[in-house]
């Protein structure tokens, strides 16, 4: 019998999550099938309610990753802590179908950080306020960061963000991103930052970027290096791609879903395959 699973989120078009899943199972030799499906905002309950014992699991991107909390069955403790999930695990046949939600972000980004040797951080900075910002907060939380920065726009739309830290028994330090000195500071000392704001709200930081040295990922992936990575790299920092993020948290899904180790390097050389030079 073919599996299905899928990428949820809105917009979707530019997902490269199938070409990393589809590498995989065909790695795996499983007869699985993964599409992309653009679902809203408030649409994500009528599309688990056609879910059946055919699915193996759901990856999920912005807006749902917060709407989803609210309506799967049971959510993995570290997940249930943050109240984001970006993965869904069917489990369990008819009758006894359970709904799992899991977040495979805080792998993904501790992982990519890891392949430019960032094992722990004591000055860490997130940009942004968003689902992948508590993401962000929890990964530098694993290594280490108890005073982790938040820079955001809007202090009042942080909440989730101070929450999650908060449950992780860290201390958060807000900064306004119209305060360019404070911003300054913070980047300029920071040994590792993840970005999680979109291309054109981070060009905006790079006009005014500091020299650094520390790393930065930036969890977008189109463009393949945003301004605020040229920046980064002219100023004397270390860049990772959002790419390699999105490598590491789907293959912590696959794993989720299939039960087996992921086949990182077929996934990869798939995801090398469909990438732009940059």
């Given at each position: 019998m073919?599996?299905?699973?899928?990428?949820?989120?809105?917009?979707?078009?530019?997902?490269?999550?199938?070409?990393?899943?589809?590498?995989?199972?065909?790695?795996?030799?499983?007869?699985?099938?993964?599409?992309?499906?653009?679902?809203?905002?408030?649409?994500?309950?009528?599309?688990?309610a056609r879910v059946d014992r055919d699915w193996a699991g759901l990856s999920l991107t912005m807006p749902l990753k917060v709407e989803a909390v609210a309506l799967v069955d049971f959510i993995e403790p570290f997940a249930k802590l943050l109240g984001v999930i970006n993965t869904v695990v069917v489990s369990g046949r008819d009758a006894s179908l359970q709904l799992v939600g899991a977040n495979t972000d805080v792998h993904g980004i501790v992982a990519a950080l890891g392949e430019s040797d960032v094992e722990a951080v004591e000055r860490g900075v997130v940009v942004g306020g968003g689902a992948t910002a508590v993401s962000a907060v929890a990964a530098l939380g694993q290594l280490?960061?108890?005073?982790?920065?938040?820079?955001?726009?809007?202090?009042?739309?942080?909440?989730?963000?101070?929450?999650?830290?908060?449950?992780?028994?860290?201390?958060?330090?807000?900064?306004?991103?119209?305060?360019?000195?404070?911003?300054r500071a913070a980047l300029g000392s920071a040994e590792a930052v993840v970005s999680t704001i979109p291309a054109d709200a981070g060009a905006v930081l790079a006009d005014s970027l500091p020299d650094v040295s520390g790393v930065l990922l930036d969890a977008v992936y189109d463009p393949?290096?945003?301004?605020?990575?040229?920046?980064?790299?002219?100023?004397?920092g270390v860049q990772v791609g959002g790419e390699r993020m999105l490598l590491h948290q789907a293959g912590e899904q696959v794993r989720l879903m299939t039960g087996r180790l992921a086949p990182l390097a077929a996934m990869d050389a798939a995801l090398q395959g469909v990438l732009p030079r940059p």
């Open positions: 073919t599996r299905k699973a899928g990428v949820l989120g809105h917009p979707i078009s530019h997902s490269l999550s199938p070409v990393l899943h589809r590498a995989a199972y065909a790695e795996l030799g499983l007869d699985w099938d993964y599409q992309a499906y653009d679902v809203e905002s408030g649409g994500l309950q009528e599309f688990l280490g960061c108890t005073r982790p920065t938040i820079l955001v726009r809007s202090r009042a739309r942080a909440g989730a963000v101070v929450r999650a830290a908060s449950a992780m028994g860290l201390d958060a330090r807000l900064v306004d991103l119209a305060d360019a000195d404070a911003v393949l290096v945003t301004p605020l990575a040229h920046a980064w790299l002219g100023r004397g």
